[in-house]
């Protein structure tokens, strides 16, 4: 079992940056690849970056790319996401997710963490 809490969302401007942090339990966190999901209002939640176990493989949304930076540290069970030059359209809530089925499906989810950028 692993429990995942995300922290770091906040209301910010246009152009701001923001990092996301989830924080894992367990010890097989580094077995696990993990990814960052966002949800905006009446949209379907979608898939924004994933990184693998060591971090040797990485995806990226095109919309985020050059912008947004998922790393973890496998030595604190921590994931993060860098997220700068944020854009309204970013506005959602964020969910880190661990040990990936498949391209959307993950076994552990995080309760989220609003992200709001105001114009």
């Known amino acids: 079992q692993v429990q995942l809490v995300e922290s770091g969302g906040g209301l910010v401007q246009v152009g701001a940056s923001l990092r996301l942090s989830c924080a894992a339990s367990g010890r097989t966190f580094t077995r696990y690849t993990m990814g960052w999901f966002r949800q905006a209002p009446g949209k379907k939640r979608e898939l924004v970056a994933f990184i693998t176990s060591s971090g040797g493989s990485i995806y990226y949304k095109d919309s985020v790319k050059g912008r947004f930076t998922i790393s973890r540290d496998n030595a604190t069970n921590t994931l993060y996401l860098q997220m700068n030059s944020l854009k309204p359209e970013d506005t959602a809530v964020y969910c880190c997710?661990?040990?990936?089925?498949?391209?959307?499906?993950?076994?552990?989810w995080g309760q989220g963490t609003q992200v709001t950028v105001s114009s």
């Open positions: 997710a661990a040990d990936r089925r498949g391209p959307f499906e993950y076994a552990y």
